[in-house]
């Protein structure tokens, strides 16, 4: 029998205690076993999720309640072992549940809990210069939205009650300051190579559909195809940036000419100067990026399929 740890961001978007009410109500009526933790410092949902797969191994499953950057936490603890992970969107952005629920309510999600399935899907593990190897759940980004991002989150401390309105806020305070950097980037995907050394103004690694509260670009993604889906943005004049930002918003840049689109298994990406980037929005600077794909390295819990093969 299948026991649900699950694990309350601090950081939540919505109440806590709601939340606890929400989860035990819908948890008993279905006859399921569950506990309930609430994070207290960084990581401490990694340390959580760690301890309760050596205790119950492959008969438990971590639900994360909260954003991207707490999912990350518990897919490091998580891959490689038997205990399945499984998320309600109690964050910010909530950009990776974009992409296994769309904009289904966490009520709706928990009242379908008994319907759950389990699946594996890949993860990407990154290696940045003076960093630790660590898993990408969702997107690796760089560049000009990683600018973005930084920006959101001063604005979030400054101005709590914005919530998902900041990384708006942020865009517009920020598209003027829109450069280019210099990168030099190898990809492969089946034994075929793919270089460029020149500058762009963004680019993202993507293995889920959303980031940056809603961008989407890898609208075709899936999670369990063992590649990863690469995107650079052009050195390209300002004024064509924001139709570009609308189409990257809404999905439909596939076809752009400004923009690179290719599936990715692994590679590497270097710079002259410090690259800003992100890996599910916790924010690094770095000199090199390396990444590689690994198939089915994390076990899911999942209620749809339309993001899988």
């Given at each position: ?224 195809d063992g590649t990863a889906f690469l ?32 599936l990715t298994q692994k590679g590497m ?41």
């Amino acid at each position: 029998m299948k026991e649900f740890l699950f694990i309350i961001s601090t950081k939540a978007g919505s109440s806590s205690h709601k939340l606890h009410e929400q989860i035990q109500r819908e948890m008993q009526l279905q006859k399921i076993s569950f506990l309930i933790r609430e994070t207290k410092h960084k990581n401490h949902a990694q340390e959580l999720a760690r301890d309760f797969s050596c205790q119950k191994e492959d008969s438990g499953v971590v639900i994360v309640c909260g954003g991207d950057g707490t999912l990350n936490e518990a897919a490091n603890a998580l891959a490689g072992t038997k205990t399945a992970m499984g998320v309600l969107p109690t964050g910010t952005a909530n950009d990776f549940s974009k992409t296994l629920y769309k904009d289904r309510e966490i009520e709706e999600i928990l009242k379908n809990f008994h319907k759950g399935f389990f699946s594996p899907i890949d993860l990407i593990e990154t290696k940045l210069s003076d960093h630790k190897s660590r898993y990408c759940l969702n997107v690796l980004s760089f560049g000009f939205d990683t600018i973005i991002l930084k920006e959101a989150y001063k604005l979030l401390e400054e101005h709590p009650k914005l919530k998902a309105k900041a990384y708006y806020a942020a865009i517009l305070k920020s598209i003027l300051k829109i450069n280019s950097y210099p990168y030099e980037i190898y990809s492969y995907f089946n034994e075929k190579i793919f270089h460029r050394n020149s500058e762009y103004i963004l680019g993202a690694i993507c293995n889920g559909s959303f980031y940056g509260n809603g961008f989407n670009p890898n609208p075709k993604g899936r999670l369990n195809d063992g590649t990863a889906f690469l995107v650079l943005l052009e050195n390209i004049s300002k004024y064509k940036i924001p139709r570009l930002i609308l189409k990257y918003k809404k999905g439909s840049h596939l076809q752009s000419k400004d923009i690179l689109t290719q599936l990715t298994q692994k590679g590497m990406i270097t710079s002259p100067k410090n690259i800003l980037c992100n890996i599910d929005g916790e924010i690094f600077n770095t000199r090199k990026i390396e990444w590689s794909v690994e198939k089915n390295a994390l076990n899911f819990f999942h209620l749809e399929n339309h993001h899988l093969n």
